[in-house]
T-cell receptor
Framework: GAVVSQHPSRVICKSGTSVKIECRSL??????MFWYRQFPKQSLMLMAT?????????EQGVEKDKFLINHASLTLSTLTVTSAHPEDSSFYIC??????????FGQGTRLTVV | AQSVTQLDSQVPVFEEAPVELRCNYS??????LFWYVQYPNQGLQLLLK??????LVKGINGFEAEFNKSQTSFHLRKPSVHISDTAEYFC????????????FGIGTKLQVIP
């Protein structure tokens, strides 16, 4: 199946700093990528939908100035958590859609803000 | 709008016993249905999917699921579980058109007891 690579898998940062997470589709071109957030013992909540070359569409309640999404190419989308705070600590997962069928998921990034 | 209901938050089962994880969905349009497995601190792995055709879908690791349109269900089954099946299982739905935003259920933790 198609492979989606997410980097880094784990990151610890200080409060107030920014963190960038990369999501790459390795063997296909993804016109659409999705970013999810998962709190402990909860399901995945969609944060935003990212289309190559255009602005991301954010779900209600997600601060677009805090969670900056860039989808500069058909194989790369980035999520930047700006001015991170401890409450931003979470598991972030991206997925990329292969035209015509389902989306494929990355391995996730565990963000810890201290 | 679409939604997914996973009726059981936890399912304990003895090793080599059969298991069924329940999933019901709600959608006003045609859907794709998925089951994903998540091991601790990892991303999602696709177990199986229903896109069209036969309502009985076979996936990896011996799992299968049956799409029942009249009951809007997509229950996951395995005839004999193994210790290694202990994980969190997520049912998900997406519309069969458009950007295919995926909506997840809250997850069912399958605990296999030796």
């Amino acid at each position: 199946g198609a492979v989606v690579s997410q980097h880094p898998s784990r990151v610890i940062c200080k409060s107030g700093t920014s963190v960038k997470i990369e999501c790459r589709s390795l063997d296909f071109q993804a016109t659409t990528m999705f970013w999810y957030r998962q709190f402990p013992k909860q399901s995945l909540m969609l944060m935003a939908t990212s289309n190559e070359g255009s602005k991301a569409t954010y779900e209600q309640g997600v601060e677009k100035d805090k969670f900056l999404i860039n989808h500069a190419s058909l194989t790369l989308s980035t999520l930047t958590v700006t001015s991170a705070h401890p409450e931003d600590s979470s598991f972030y997962i991206c997925s990329a859609r292969l035209t015509g069928t389902e989306a494929f998921f990355g391995q996730g990034t565990r963000l810890t803000v201290v | 709008a679409q939604s997914v209901t996973q009726l059981d938050s936890q399912v304990p089962v003895f090793e080599e016993a059969p298991v069924e994880l329940r999933c019901n969905y709600s959608s006003s349009v045609s859907v794709y249905l998925f089951w994903y497995v998540q091991y601790p601190n990892q991303g999602l792995q696709l177990l199986l999917k229903y896109l069209s055709g036969s309502t009985l879908v076979k996936g990896i690791n011996g799992f299968e699921a049956e799409f029942n349109k009249s009951q809007t269900s997509f229950h996951l089954r395995k005839p004999s579980v193994h210790i290694s099946d202990t994980a969190e299982y997520f049912c998900a739905v997406s519309s069969s058109g458009g950007y295919q935003k995926v909506t997840f259920g809250i997850g069912t933790k399958l605990q296999v007891i030796p």
